[in-house]
């Protein structure tokens, strides 16, 4: 392993500050800095870039992002044990990283990033990294605050947020939200051996991009037809969309779909019509 900074090797630090990962926090760590500054190079050129990342942890992918140039870095980590390692890098790179303890899916980082957007690269904690890209995909304001989204996920949600129609299997509610409004793609996966602990699966890290002008809807109408139809996804359209509207049928003409459609076969731009008809509907 390559040193990309003067600080101790992860494994040193680790066992320095006792910092066992804890299942509870979902947490994998990541000792491999070559495999890190991987991760913080497809993110893209990171010089003078802003950029957020959630679950630190011992701060592996911290030190790769602000090797690569980053301008500043916004570590949330609610694991307190962290914070003194954390408090180490921050003083081997003055005034460019800021540390907060707190829940990511409570704080909003938005008030320290200034002008401008921030990039989020994250090795995300397994067990809130999905609610986290939902709550990052179902801002009102589009374009976000976020100009890219470098994240790490088990292989089977990378491969939900990256489907479409053409992957029946994995396409669902998460693969017509980032479909709508990003452009998603698996760059690579990362095998069990690479953390400690291993985990049972492979990860993914995943490349999201927001697309400037997604097809116009109401967010709020969009996750409703999605979470009819693939809540009962075996079903056709016109039985499963009758938990929004009394006579779905109406609405599923508008859109232009037929009734006996499934939802694995609706593609992104479909739902749109379906959202924006079932709008229609309640307004009238």
């Known amino acids: 392993m390559s040193q990309i900074d003067d600080l101790p090797p992860l494994r040193d630090v680790v066992r320095t500050h006792g910092l066992m990962a804890r299942k509870s926090l979902g947490q994998n760590f990541l000792f491999d800095l070559n495999l890190t500054s991987r991760i913080a190079r497809s993110a893209g050129s990171l010089e003078d870039a802003t950029v957020v990342e959630v679950g630190p942890g011992p701060g592996g992918l911290t030190r790769a992002i602000l090797a690569a140039g980053a301008r500043k870095v916004i570590a949330i980590e609610r694991d307190a044990r962290c914070m003194p390692v954390l ?48 709550g990052w995909l179902t801002g009102e304001a589009w374009p976000p605050w976020w100009s890219s989204l470098t994240l790490m ?4 949600v990378a491969e939900r ?17 980032c479909g709508w409004r990003t452009e998603a793609r698996i760059l690579f ?20 991009t927001p697309k400037p002008e997604p097809l116009p809807c109401r967010i709020g109408a969009l996750e409703a037809v999605t979470r009819a ?38 593609p992104v731009e479909g739902y749109v019509a379906l959202a924006n008809a079932l709008d229609r509907i309640k307004a009238s």
């Open 229 to 266: 139809a693939f809540g009962q996804r075996r079903k056709m359209l016109r039985q499963s969309l009758k938990s929004v509207t009394p006579d779905p049928s109406a609405m599923i003409t508008a859109a232009g779909l037929e009734e006996t459609t499934r939802a694995e076969n609706v």
């Open 87 to 134: 408090a180490e890098i921050a003083a081997h790179y003055p005034s460019r990283l800021e540390v907060i303890e707190a829940d990511a899916l409570a704080f909003d980082p938005r008030p320290l990033i200034g002008e401008g957007t921030a990039r989020i690269i994250s090795n995300l904690p397994y067990n809130v990294g999905t609610a986290l890209l939902t």
């Open 161 to 177: 947020i990256v489907a479409d129609e053409n992957d029946p299997k994995d396409y669902g509610r998460l693969g017509v939200l």
């Open 189 to 208: 996966d990362v095998p069990p051996s690479a953390f400690v602990p291993p985990p049972k699966i492979t990860s993914s890290i995943v490349h999201l």
């Open 153 to 156: 996920f088990q292989r089977e």
